[in-house]
């Protein structure tokens, strides 16, 4: 009967393709939700931006300019046409995979993303690495041994998901640069540049992974197919490793999906105390010259990483478990 059930869950049939267009809906809707705020954003926020265009190419800092002198820009950036209409234009050329212009670098905004992109999401993907790393290990060495263990373990879980990421990049710049003088200053795009960075974003996600992972681990540490491996003179490591890890880990699969785009987010500020190349940098100039189109294309860009991350994540389940396979 559950072979039969086995089979059964893992055909899926038309049940399978309707989840799975649910799915592509719902990430096309996250999409557009984030276009149309920055949409908003771009064109309610305080200040004529076609004052803010002229101020940024003339390098001046002045309120007002006569109208003959701003009906070229608003002409330029469309600024002058009903609101409607540029809202789908600004959807139109998003489709076309034009992100709009900057006001302060004179380039496409899509341009100024790809040649920042890479090093922040190098950085990202190797935060989540490292995090994955720190709290599986954290998690199969000290939960359920003995309470001493279990109790550390725990600890420095909660301490390492609650210390504030810009603490924590301070510290690792005082510890290992300033004190032990091992690694670089400014991370920069080599190896050792990259490493306090990616511990500065990881520490605190491994602290709320491994918080995940070592409930759902004591929980399985109980289970009856614990008792029947080890009855079989399975090791206690490999029980863990093997059998008891692959139930304790899916908490954690499902928050990896959220936490990509919260370390692109997080990346603003390791990259600002590390002074290293990236979206972060971008991000924090266009703020403070209020280059909205560069700002709302870094926001599309941290929406659409969302997304494909929990696209990612229903693709790991199934593999980590076949029988979640949708139905």
Known sequence: MSRLRYRTVRSGGPNAGRRTACRLLGALGVLWAA????????????????????????????ISYPPAQLAPVNEQFGFNKPLVVQYLSYLGGLV??????????????????????????????TALVLAWIISVCLTVLTAKRTPLVSVLGS?????????????????????????????PVQGGTSLPGLILPALTLAIPLAGFLGQLTRDAFVTAMDQP???SARARGVSDSRV????????????????????????????????????????????????????????????????????????????????????????
């Open 35 to 62: 276009a149309t705020f920055t949409f908003l954003a771009q064109t309610l926020l305080p200040g004529n931006r076609a004052v803010l265009v002229l101020n940024d190419q003339l390098g001046q800092a002045r």
């Open 96 to 125: 076309r995979g034009n992100l709009g212009q900057s006001y302060a670098l004179h380039e496409s905004v899509a341009t100024v993303i790809r040649n920042e992109a890479a090093p922040t999401l190098v950085l990202t993907a």
């Open 155 to 183: 600890g420095l879980e909660i301490v390492a998901a609650a210390v504030p990421t810009y603490w924590i990049g301070v510290l690792l710049l005082v510890i290992f640069t300033i004190n032990l003088q091992i690694l």
């Open 225 to 227: 197919f614990v008792t």
């Open 240 to 327: 863990r490793m093997l059998h008891v890890l692959r139930h304790a880990i899916l908490p954690a699969v499902t928050a990896s999906g959220w936490a990509m785009g919260s370390l692109i987010s997080g990346a603003v500020i390791a990259e600002t105390v590390f002074a290293r190349p990236g979206l972060g940098q971008i991000l924090v100039a266009a703020a403070e010259q209020r280059d909205a189109p560069v700002v709302s294309g870094v926001v599309i860009l941290v929406a659409a990483v969302y997304v494909i991350a929990n696209l990612l994540v229903d693709i790991a389940y199934t593999l980590i478990d076949p029988r979640l396979a949708p139905t």
